[in-house]
């Protein structure tokens, strides 16, 4: 039949041809059968095909439904109940649905659409149609389907006689009808509308099928369970769902022993019911045909030979022979199993005693089927399954061989059989609104839906195969009708729920068909099984109640099967690549075939043939059965040859008598071609997993294990054993998506070897890698000697599969068997560049097939270099001696070069040493031999392995020589060659070696002659690697693995010594430099470990660092040396705190000590570990005392101040004990002058003079007067840390600094912190703030003057490096800060430190400053020359000082800087003689510092703040109007006339609500840092004062003065509950830059000293009152 495309697109004409399929119909299997087609679907394409008793459906790939056929029950769909005898008529109701899929029942069609919808019509009688109705329908009916649980949306369909079963994404079953073949357990009352099938509820079904009164579910294996006792291996993964029996029950039927029991984890049940006593039963008698074969296999069994294939239509009860052979195999009470491989034998749990005594039945013709269901039920009630054995948490296979594989490789195997990759496995339903999750694409697999609206030719339907994504395990379970043995559970009987088919469990089922009264299934490797009813020979073997497969002529593999009444269809492989179809069972009568016309192909027939054209088809190769003229059945498989003239066979199907198939002419070649790739990958398949289930299971025995245990054979065979599986599986994999492909599934572009091609061809290269290193080692030679016993078992494999002779050793074949993957390789791209052919060159399709036809053909050329290599290799292990191969051979080793065949030689070796070399792909090998007589066995002597990635090669220095100069960590060698031309030929070996092992790459063939210019690159200089050092000084015996330069650690590394020891950070020149972490294991079981975590210079602790001790000590701080040294943190493990100055891991400079059990804190001078110098002690009882210390001892005259204001000065030692003369003043003012003793606290002793307050003398008031005088000065306190800021500046001996080489220095400073340091210490820090801090601004360069631009510059440059501590001021301020609130928080609060924290914090400002200076040296000097502006005058109109104020972010504030700036340009003018250091540095100090510093601040004005905080609180009961009244405010400055209006409250309540805007500026006082910035608040408040006032008394003439502002502002004040305002003042006074002319905010200032002096001293009226009571 010629197929008519038009040409408008050449190539694109090509590929549709071959896609254009015609529907086929016939009967029987004459070979003069002349199969019928419908001149009105030749050009429809058809692409599903399905069959009832009486009509027939056609899909077409523009989702056209056609029916033909008997109409009498409505079946057809064309609105009336009239047969169609002409031609298919088109379903006119379903235009506009997108239909993807159609199937008939008996007398009832339904189709399904994209988006989940089911359609039904025809004979309901049963409720089959799913409507509701029970009665005839004639037009397409929706099938409701409601759920509580979730909104089903449905996959896969399937019809019965009376019953329809559907499949859900989610893997649920749902059902209609009538009968037992629902699963419902409703008997025979009808189910007119869909239910759920409950006994699948928590398995994930794959596929389902139909037949007349059976269903049958293809179900995804949860778990398998063994004896109970023994170990589980492999165990299956869990399943996914809920109910009762999720992931719980294993059903299975008992067939052995004739009962049905449900195996569950802890019962067991009977389906039985209690019989008596019978005296036969042969469940084949209901097979009339199979009496003769049971005749024969009783008159076998008599004599003791029955044959396995033949025994299973006869079972009985306790026969002799059975328990006889049970006590061979003895087997523990209640242990459950499950079969797992062909080859495993098959156990039942034992029979109770009482039922293996009764007598042998033997039943022969009829039997009673209730009697029989109650006499099981009663002898099976003694019988108990013990609990199943939970799983082992062993590896499953899959992780186990991941594991195996490098990481590259596995990452990409695991995305090719993860479940994500299942997506491009097999299509699904494509729905807007519609997602699916990993879980279901991975359980649905291949039984979804596709519709693709840009390609009308593009349908997918509902596919009848599944395939698990890793093992193919899966299940098949029946229910139903079970009178012809059709669902496979060993006996006749019905089954109302679900069971699982144990025999098919473990055999890779990805299909399953349902006939009329016997069903199928198909198996991932091509093997086919039946069962049913066998009268006519239609299962193709002489079994019936339990699956047995099918024997094909000549092994030939089918990829699809239908079942009709009593015959059966098989679509496989047969001759050049072209699809045989195969018939079993009965065929119509002669007569009524000739009545058809079906015995000849008439003249007119579309499928007519030329005989020329039939005379140049080939026969087909595969045996079949003698041709007769007619023969009634057929009961092994017989071809049917004259399909083959009709095209390539795709699909087929079968019901009643009738068979039909589609099939393609192949007009391009495209399909052929397509055919060809199918074919030959499922004979890949079918070997590989034959191999897999024969040959690598026999040598994989516990016994050969034990041979090879400690050889270098085990690791190899293992690996390859393992990989041959998961390589069995892409392919499996692989083999049903192209028969998805010609089936009009799936796309082509949708392969897995073309969409997941990376992954794909990973598998391939890892396991070649693999074969080739076992093959370098000689593994399979060894390996077919050590199992020649267990292969020899195999020879037909090895016969069958190599089709050789029977061999006689079994390395060569075993190699053969084991290298069919690679021979595969070569294939792949050559069909794969076919089939690009038939493409446009600019479609993606062409791009994909020559993209990956290409990449298949560089994998081939890879695996021959490999296996090239990996001979030669193997030749050298043998020619190599004995000694040296045991040392250096392993499997993934490849020679490339022998100075036995390439001269090379050692410069200046002695005469009678010989020197042999040799380059391998990973080491290079030096040999010394003894004598001049060569390499020998008896004559080797010593070898040296130097790994490759650590050598660095180059020309020898002498250029008259032919030298080469190899360089390793610990040695180095000069190599010497005949000529400059094999001079260059082994350095380029060497090389060449060097880079494919550092860039993981395979080794090019090129030689330095043939090699371009461009290519000739060296290896890298600096390059990853691992080592044990032999005989490094310092480095001995520890390994080290990182960055290597010229041999010697140069960067990252970690160095790991034997007892422990670990470095792990940055290396220079084989030495520990940077940033690095070294540990010290504990000598103690259990102890910490010592770590320090720090700078390294040379090997040497140096630079800033941790170091954590083991006993839990910790210091922070400097490391010179090794050696603690400079300024450091201590942190003791009892609680103890030093922070200081460091020298030679001794406390040395000033410091502070705190003791927590001692309970004082020491601030002053160290020397060597001990108090000495100047120093004073705070304790936590309150006392303070100073003086001078000597050695950890107080010696001379020292001054002593307790808590409540007593001062003693005079003699003073440790303790502190008064010790001599001295003066001591009271709180009173009292003063006592004499010698004292004793330790203060504990009684004083006293001798001297005592006078009153009134009577001391000036002299005596000197006296007490020099608290401090034994202190540190501010300015010596942490010089320490300045001097380090100062050394990175350069800044020795006073000399002038250069500021360019100061820049640098900061530059060189920030980028020497390494990248994991800046990580460690700023994890959010912007890499941009680094980089500008590298760079020098434009103030930082000398123009003799300081513009207002120029400022702004240098404070956000200040900002941002004080903000880091990546640069060496923010380093500074980092240490400075952390010192500060160490001294005067905790345990030092004390009250009198406040005056050294102020001058402390001055101090730091001026040091700070004169660092700053040497930045930017435009700055002026300490002291300005003219301070023109007052630091308490406003800034004038041309002026603006520009501070930081972003910690106060504030309306006001924000308000007041926009007026400030508002239409001012930057001024050009000098204002160098404006610029303070405190104003400089104050906003960027003083936030870090305010704490500590408030705190001492809170503690001094306690007392007062407190009174002051009680007068507010009662001032602030009052309303606004009575406050002001008390305080005197000018009744026209109220300014509650507005607030009245707009309130319901009287005048007299208001309250909080005058001068707000003020009242909340001034509350800002506490949110600010500087004095500055609070007297910016200040001023602020006063001008919204004026504001409020100019704005509500706008008409009058107001000039305001002190006496009318000063009760305002008061009120303000009272309102802004400033809660520390004495603080606040004192902080401003303390800290203010400059005391003379104050000004107008100098004027401020000290107004709101008086109202806060007011308001603590005042007298309110209730005092008064209370006073006078």
């Known amino acids: 039949m010629e197929i008519k495309v038009e040409q408008d697109d050449k190539e694109t004409a090509k590929v549709q041809q071959s896609l254009q399929a015609v529907a086929i119909t016939w009967k029987g299997f004459l070979s003069s059968t002349s199969p019928q087609a419908f001149p009105n679907l030749n050009t429809k394409n058809v692409i599903k095909i399905s069959l009832g008793s009486k009509h027939s459906a056609y899909l077409t790939d523009q989702h056209a439904v056609y029916c033909y056929g008997s109409g009498e029950f409505g079946q057809l769909g064309h609105k009336k109940f009239s047969d169609v005898t002409k031609q298919p008529v088109l379903v006119q109701d379903l235009k506009g649905e997108n239909v993807v899929d159609v199937v008939c029942g008996s007398n009832h069609t339904a189709v399904l659409c994209s988006d989940g919808i089911v359609f039904c019509w025809g004979d309901s009688s049963s409720g089959q149609c799913g409507n509701g109705q029970m009665d005839k329908i004639h037009t397409p009916q929706q099938v409701q389907i409601s759920d509580l649980d979730s909104d089903p949306f449905l996959t896969q369909i399937s019809c019965g006689d009376s019953h329809t079963s559907a499949l859900s994404s989610k893997g649920e079953v749902w059902s209609w009808g009538t009968g037992p073949q629902l699963g419902l357990g409703t008997g025979s009352t009808p189910v007119a509308t869909p239910r759920k099938v409950q006994g699948l509820v928590g398995r994930k079904v794959l596929q389902i099928s139909c037949g007349a009164n059976h269903s049958l579910a293809l179900v995804k294996k949860v778990r398998s369970m063994k004896l109970g006792g023994t170990r589980q291996s492999d165990m299956d993964e869990e399943g996914s769902g809920s109910g009762s029996l999720m992931m719980t029950d294993e059903i299975y039927s008992l067939h052995e022993e004739g009962d049905i029991v449900i195996i569950t984890d802890t019962r067991m049940t009977s389906s039985l019911e209690e019989i008596p006593s019978v005296r036969s039963f042969s469940p084949d008698s209901i097979d009339v045909a199979a009496r003769e074969a049971m005749a024969a296999e009783k008159e076998a069994s008599e004599h003791g030979s029955v044959d396995s294939n033949n025994s299973q239509g006869t079972y009985t009860l306790n026969n002799e022979k059975h328990a006889e052979k049970k006590k061979e195999e003895p087997v523990s009470n209640g242990d459950v199993f499950v079969d797992e491989t062909d080859s495993t034998k098959t156990t039942t749990p034992p029979l109770p005693q009482s039922l293996r005594l009764e007598r042998k039945l033997t039943f022969t013709e009829s039997f009673d089927t209730e009697s029989t269901k109650k006499y099981l039920a009663e002898q099976l009630k003694p019988l108990q399954l013990s609990e199943p054995q939970k799983p082992s948490e062993k590896l499953s296979p899959k992780d186990r061989i991941l594991a195996s594989l490098p990481q590259a490789v596995a990452s990409k195997i695991t995305k090719l059989i993860s479940p994500l990759s299942l997506r491009s496995k097999f299509s699904l339903i494509s729905v807007e609104g519609t997602e699916f999750d990993d879980s279901e694409v991975e359980e649905l697999m291949m039984g979804g839906c596709h519709q693709d609206s840009d390609k009308a030719s593009d349908i997918r339907f509902s596919l009848e195969g599944a395939v698990d994504d890793l093992m193919l395990q899966t299940e098949v379970w029946s229910w139903g009708k079970g009178g012809n043995g059709q669902l496979g559970q060993g006996d006749p009987l019905e089954r109302a729920q679900p069971l699982a088919i144990k025999q098919l469990s473990g055999k890779g089922v990805t ?56 015959h059966t269809l098989l679509l496989a492989d047969g001759n050049s690549f072209q699809p045989d179809i195969y018939y079993l069972g009965k065929q119509p009568s002669l007569q009524e075939l000739k009545s058809e016309g079906r015995t000849g192909t008439p003249e007119s027939s579309p499928l007519k043939e030329s005989k020329d054209s039939s005379k140049k088809r080939s ?25 083959r003239k009709c095209g ?198 062409f791009k994909l097939l020559k993209e990956s036809s290409s990449s298949w053909e560089t994998l081939q050329r890879s695996i021959d270099e490999k296996q090239a290599q990996a001979e030669e290799t193997r030749t050298f292990w043998e020619s190599c001696p004995t000694k040296l191969t045991e040392a250096i051979k392993r499997p993934d080793r490849r020679v490339l070069r022998d100075s036995r065949n390439k001269p090379l030689s050692l410069h200046n070796a002695g005469r009678l040493s010989q020197h042999w070399f040799l380059l391998f792909a990973d080491i290079f090998v030096h040999a010394q031999t003894e004598g001049k007589s060569g390499v020998s066995s008896d004559k080797y002597a010593s070898h040296q392995v130097f790994p490759l990635a650590l050598i660095w090669a180059e020309p020898g220095q002498q250029s008259n020589q032919n030298t080469i100069q190899l360089t390793m960590p610990e040695a180095t060698l000069t190599l010497q060659t005949p000529s400059p031309a094999e001079k260059a030929d082994w350095l380029w070996s060497i090389n060449q070696a060097i880079d494919a092992l550092l860039t993981n790459q395979k080794l090019g063939g090129l030689s330095p ?12 200089l600096t390059r990853q690697g691992r080592y044990a050092f032999s005989g490094h000084s310092k480095f001995k015996d520890a390994v080290y693995e990182g960055v290597w330069h010229l041999g010697k650690p140069h960067g990252k590394g970690t160095l790991i010594w034997p007892d422990g020891k670990k470095y792990n950070g940055q290396f220079v020149q084989g030495q520990q430099h940077g940033y690095g972490v070294y540990t010290i294991p504990s000598a103690e079981q259990n102890g910490k470990a010592q770590v320090y975590d720090g700078q390294w210079q ?43 100055e460091w020298q030679n891991d001794c406390r040395h400079g000033y410091g502070i000590m705190e003791e927590r059990q001692r309970g004082e804190k020491y601030m002053g001078k160290w020397e060597n570990n001990c108090r000495h110098g100047n120093g004073m002690v705070i304790t936590m009882g309150g006392l303070y005392y100073e003086g001078v210390f000597n050695q950890n001892k107080l010696m001379g005259v020292g001054i002593l101040l307790t808590e409540d204001g007593t001062v003693y000065e005079g003699e003073l030692t440790t303790g502190p004990t008064l010790s001599g003369k001295g003066l001591l003043r009271l709180p009173s003012g009292d003063v006592i002058d004499g010698s004292f003793s004793g330790l203060w606290g504990d009684g004083v002793k006293v001798n001297g003079t005592f006078r009153k307050a009134a009577e001391v003398t000036p002299s005596h008031r000197r ?74 601004p434009s103030s930082g360069q000398s123009k003799g003057k300081i513009t207002e631009e120029d400022y702004k510059s240098i404070q956000e440059y200040l900002t941002k490096a004080f903000e880091t501590s990546l640069h060496p001021l923010g380093s500074l301020l980092e240490n400075l800060c952390v010192a500060y609130r160490e001294t005067y928080i905790g345990l030092g609060a004390h009250r009198w430190l406040l005056p050294y924290a102020v001058q402390e914090i001055k101090s730091y400002v001026k040091r700070i400053y004169q660092l700053v200076r040497v930045l930017f040296s435009d700055l002026p000097s300490e002291h300005p020359s003219k301070p023109n502006t007052p630091v308490h005058e406003a800034p004038s109109s041309d002026f603006h000082y520009y501070y930081d104020y972003s910690d106060s972010q504030t309306a006001v504030e924000a308000k007041l800087s926009k007026s400030a700036s508002k239409n001012r340009q930057p001024s050009s003018d000098d204002i160098t003689c404006h610029i303070t250091s405190d104003g400089l540095l104050y906003p960027i100090v003083l936030p870090r510092l305010y704490p500590a510093l408030f705190t001492l601040y809170a503690l001094k004005n306690e007392e007062e703040d407190q009174q002051y905080q009680e007068r507010l609180k009662r001032l602030n009961e009052r309303p606004d109007m009575a406050l002001m009244a008390y305080l005197k405010v000018d009744q026209k400055f109220w300014l509650l006339e507005d607030v009245v209006k707009d309130s319901l409250k009287r005048i007299s309540e208001i309250r909080d609500v005058s ?48 006496d009318e502002l000063f009760p305002i502002f008061q009120y303000v004040v009272t309102r802004a509950r400033i809660p520390h305002l004495g603080s606040e003042l004192q902080l401003i006074n303390d800290l203010m830059e400059v005391k003379s002319d104050p000004g107008q905010w100098g004027h401020m200032f000290t107004t709101l000293e008086a109202c806060y002096l007011l308001t603590r001293y005042d007298k309110l009226p209730e005092d008064c009152a209370e006073l006078h009571c």
Not at 789 to 803: C, G, R, T
């Open 648 to 845: 390539w066979a795709q699909y087929i199907a079968a019901a009643s008598d009738l068979c039909a198939c589609i099939t393609d002419k192949n007009v391009s070649g495209f399909t052929s071609i397509l055919h060809e790739l199918t074919a030959t990958e499922r004979l890949l398949h079918y070997q590989l997993s034959t191999v897999r289930s024969t040959i690598l299971k026999a040598i994989s025995s516990s016994e050969i294990n034990k041979v090879l245990e400690s050889t270098i054979y085990q690791q190899p065979f293992r690996q390859i054993a393992e990989l041959f599986s998961l390589l069995g599986t892409a392919v499996a994999n692989n083999s049903i998506g192209l028969t998805a492909v010609i089936q009009r599934h799936r796309h082509l572009a949708d392969l897995t070897m073309l969409k997941s091609r990376t992954e794909y061809q990973a598998v391939f290269e890892q396991y070649a890698n693999y074969v080739c290193d076992f093959v370098t080692i000689g593994g399979f030679t060894h390996m077919g000697k050590v199992g020649s016993d267990a292969l020899s078992k195999h020879d037909a494999v090895f016969m069958e599969l190599l089709n050789e002779e029977k061999p006689a050793s079994y390395g060569s074949p075993l190699r053969s068997l084991m290298k069919l993957p690679l021979d595969r390789v070569k294939f792949y791209s050559y069909l794969l560049g076919k089939l690009s052919c038939y493409y446009a060159q600019d479609s993606t399709e």
């Open 619 to 643: 026969m087909s190769s595969i045996a079949k059965a003698p041709i007769v003229k007619y023969a009634a059945r057929a009961k092994q498989p017989e071809k049917l040859t004259f399909i």
């Open 1009 to 1020: 002659v043939t090699t371009p210019m461009a290519q000739k690159i060296p290896p890298k």
């Open 1263 to 1336: 006296k007490t007067s020099g608290i401090g005088k034994f202190t540190v000065a501010s300015d010596d306190k942490w010089e320490d840390v300045f001097d380090h800021v100062r050394s990175i500046f350069g800044l020795i001996d006073n000399k002038k600094p250069d500021y360019q080489k100061v820049w640098a220095a900061v530059a060189v400073a920030i980028s020497s912190l390494t990248q994991q340091e800046m990580e460690r210490l700023h994890k959010d820090e912007r890499s941009k703030v680094v980089e500008d801090l590298q760079k020098i």
């Open 1555 to 1602: 001068y707000i805007t003020a009242v909340e500026c001034l509350q800002n006082l506490s949110t600010t840092f500087s004095p500055r910035q609070k007297l910016l608040i200040i001023h602020t408040a006063w001008e919204a004062i004026e504001e409020a006032i100019q704005t509500t008394l706008s008409s009058e003439n107001i000039t305001l003065g002190m």
């Open 1098 to 1140: 040379e090997s040497s602790m140096s630079g800033y660092g941790t170091l954590r001790y083991s006993n839990g000590d910790i210091y922070q701080g400097n490391f010179q040396d090794g050696r603690r040294h400079g300024h450091g943190i201590f942190h003791s493990s009892v609680g103890n705190l030093f922070i200081g």
């Open 511 to 566: 299909r399953v068909i349902a006939g009329q009264s016997h069903s199928m299934a198909i198996a991932s490797n091509g093997q086919v099984f039946s069962w049913g009813s066998n009268s006519d020979g239609q299962l193709g073997h002489n079994g019936q109640l339990i699956p047995k497969r099918i024997k094909m002529p000549n092994n030939a593999l089918v990829w699809d099967a239908a079942a009709g009444s009593t």
